[in-house]
């Protein structure tokens, strides 16, 4: 069986980025090897993490449609609360909470490094 363990974050200021993802989502700190740099893991709800190491080099995520991977999403059944809380948070939407013909809820953002992510509603599972 495979699964994906983690999906690694290269940060300029990895200790922000660890706080906002702790604060918005709740996720737990399950590494940090305290360097002055440090690399942290979080673990999500389901047990997969993130990985939030130091970048060397500076890079910017132009939008969602360039090569490569774009964006994390985040699952959820309470979607229009999540979009609140980005809301309430300042938080950078750069698609606001619309939902398709089929009924799938979308809402799009930054975090606080420009890295695109989004929460998704499904009305039923893709499997």
């Known amino acids: 069986m495979r699964t994906l363990e983690h999906v690694g974050i290269c940060a300029k200021n990895t200790i922000a980025l660890k706080d906002w993802y702790v604060k918005l989502f709740g996720f737990k700190v ?22 939030i190491y130091p970048a060397d080099e500076d890079g910017t995520v132009v939008s969602n449609k ?4 774009r964006h994390l999403a985040f699952g959820t059944d309470q979607i229009e609360e999540e ?5 309430s ?39």
Not at 30 to 40: A, G, L, S
Not at 66 to 69: D, L, N, P, T, Y
Not at 83 to 87: A, F, G, T
């Open 83 to 87: 979009y609140k809380n980005l809301q």
């Open 66 to 69: 360039h090569q490569g991977v």
């Open 30 to 51: 399950v590494y940090d090897n305290k360097k002055e740099n440090p690399t942290f893991f979080l673990l999500m709800e389901d047990e997969s993490m993130i990985e």
């Open 89 to 127: 948070d300042n938080v950078e939407i750069i698609e606001e909470l619309k939902a398709n013909p089929n009924g799938v809820k979308t809402v799009f953002f930054r975090d606080i490094e420009g890295n695109i992510l989004h929460f998704i509603q499904r009305p039923e599972s893709l499997y």
